[in-house]
């Protein structure tokens, strides 16, 4: 098993910049894969932004060149840095963790963290 447990959001104006931080623990393999996925009232979880151990990312439309992902492999620690931030960023931030054992893929979830950006 893995757990999650993420940190650093809050309520900010907009324009305004936040850090978010996930560590994980547990039993973590050398293939995995974290991210960060948000879930605005009334609407689907969507991804943010993706890294690999080698550091690999990609990134939704609506936040490239505002957010950068980020990861230290040797904490387990995938972080999400935000800048300019819209009102519409506005949502419950999950961190994501995935790995794959003998072609079955587990998702591992935090709890979320609220981020709440103002006008």
């Known amino acids: 098993q893995v757990q999650l447990v993420e940190s650093g959001g809050g309520l900010v104006q907009a324009g305004g910049s936040l850090r978010l931080s996930c560590v994980a623990s547990?039993?973590?393999?050398?293939?995995?894969?974290m991210g960060w996925y948000r879930q605005a009232p009334g609407k689907q979880r969507d991804l943010v932004a993706g890294?690999?151990?080698?550091?690999?990312?990609n990134y939704a439309d609506s936040v490239k060149d505002r957010f950068t992902i980020s990861r230290d492999n040797a904490k387990n620690t995938v972080y999400l840095q935000m800048n300019s931030l819209k009102p519409e960023d506005t949502a419950v931030y999950y961190c994501?963790?995935?790995?794959?054992?003998?072609?079955?893929?587990?998702?591992?979830w935090g709890q979320g963290t609220q981020v709440t950006v103002s006008s």
């Open positions: 547990g039993r973590i393999l050398s293939n995995n894969v």
């Open positions: 994501n963790l995935d790995q794959t054992v003998l072609r079955t893929t587990s998702h591992y």
């Open positions: 890294c690999t151990r080698d550091g690999s990312t």
